[in-house]
């Protein structure tokens, strides 16, 4: 079994209780359609164990397969220097078919939405900064022998992650407090 080579540090994106017992580290690609479904899995399991858990959520753009992957997951690490990381992800999850019809405008269109300072955000999106922040989430899935997405870890342990569903997740959690 894969183990978790990156502990969970500042530098990741958390939500729910920072001292759970049990934390759930997903390495996703915003095109994955796989990513998609589990997308609403995730929420649910924050909406009925947050309190009990920790979700900490790194990129891994799967670029061959998914083109527009690279360029959501940058979009979203700009977003969270604006402190709307979350919004940005959930809104890229909830729009995912929009990533395929990507104009030259890109990811404006959702940082309009998310009312974002649209000067920043694109100056963010073009920085090395969040261009790096992506390649080290994406290395630390390879370290950790992410070779598809979603890739989960519970408490540092892989997860099955191919046949993913809220029961095998939330079982995973619930073992865990």
């Given amino acids: 079994m894969s183990k978790l ?5 500042e530098k990741d994106h958390q939500t729910g209780n ?4 049990a934390v759930l580290v997903e390495y996703g690609d915003y095109q994955c359609p ?7 899995l995730i929420k649910r399991l924050l909406k009925e164990f947050g309190n009990q858990m920790l979700f900490v959520f790194r990129n891994f753009p799967i670029q061959e397969a998914h083109p527009a992957a690279m360029i959501a997951a940058i ?3 700009a977003a969270g220097l604006q402190g709307k990381f979350w919004e940005m992800h959930d809104l890229i999850y909830e729009n995912q078919d929009e990533l395929y019809e990507l104009g030259e405008d890109g990811m404006e269109p959702f940082a309009k939405k998310l009312g ?6 694109i100056h963010d999106s073009q920085s090395k900064q969040m261009n ?15 070779n598809g997405t979603p890739g989960f870890f519970i408490n ?15 079982d995973a959690v619930v073992g865990l407090v």
């Fill in 116 to 121: 974002l300072d649209l000067k920043k955000f």
């Fill in 75 to 77: 979009s979203a690490e």
């Fill in 156 to 170: 540092g342990n892989r997860l099955n992650s191919y046949d993913a569903t809220y029961a095998s997740l939330a």
């Fill in 18 to 21: 920072p001292k759970a017992k």
């Fill in 34 to 40: 796989h990513c998609g479904i589990a997308h609403p």
């Fill in 132 to 146: 790096s922040k992506v390649e080290d989430d994406f290395e630390g899935g390879i370290r950790s022998g992410v």
């Fill in 5 to 9: 080579r990156i502990p969970v540090n």
